[in-house]
């Protein structure tokens, strides 16, 4: 009886173990963060357009180690990762490098100093989809880091030979004629470039 009882106990036990450690169990994560607000700016920035990207980024970097085995011997060995980034890339004007006169008594709003178009921010995520990496170039935090500029630096590129340019500058012409008509129903007459053709409504 004594034996039959420890056999049973010692089933429950076993069972138990197995299912605490060796069915698949939800992960705990805990999360700590300081925010740090070093500096708050007014900004005037009018977005234009909005462009949705995918795209595939892949790096390689070798590493040339030598050993000596006694004699020397060079050996090459690489990493290489391939990344996936999506995201959003935001154009349009930044204001605050318009200047914009009024003159009450002509009646006139002179704007000059026109920017051109240009990127205002690239929101993206990355996932990585494959790393492959050797015993002697293993990927650490620094690289991980360099990869997400990259792919953020390889966006801007594609964007500015992109047509998002050219459409955001379509979009603030259309703005500019909007300012006009909603000026000529106060009675106002928007010049441009002080010089330029005015357009008036």
């Known amino acids: 009886m004594k034996t039959a009882l420890i056999i049973l106990l010692s089933f429950l036990l076993g069972a138990a173990a197995f299912y605490a450690f060796a069915l698949p169990q939800d992960a705990e994560i805990k999360d700590e963060g300081t925010v740090l607000l070093e500096q708050v700016r007014k900004v005037s920035k009018l977005v234009t357009v909005e462009g949705d990207v995918n795209e ?22 690489d990493k290489q990762a391939s990344v996936e980034v999506t995201g959003k890339i935001l154009v349009g004007y930044d204001l605050q490098k318009m200047d914009v006169a009024i003159d009450d008594a002509a ?44 792919a953020k630096d390889k966006l801007r590129a594609d964007a500015l030979q992109s047509r998002l340019m050219d459409e955001a500058r379509a979009q603030g012409a259309a703005v500019l004629e909007t300012i006009a008509f909603l000026a000529g129903g106060a009675g106002y007459v928007v010049v441009l470039d002080a010089g330029a053709v005015s357009q008036e409504r």
Do not use: M
């Open 107 to 150: 009646k006139t709003i002179t704007l000059s100093n026109l920017p051109e178009p240009e990127i205002l921010a690239i929101d993206h995520d990355i996932v990585y989809r494959d790393l492959n990496e050797s015993w002697f170039n293993a990927f650490t935090a620094e690289d991980y880091s360099a990869l997400n500029k990259a």
């Open 56 to 77: 595939l980024f892949s790096r390689t970097q070798t590493r040339n180690v030598t050993l000596y085995l006694p004699l020397p011997a060079k050996f090459s060995f």
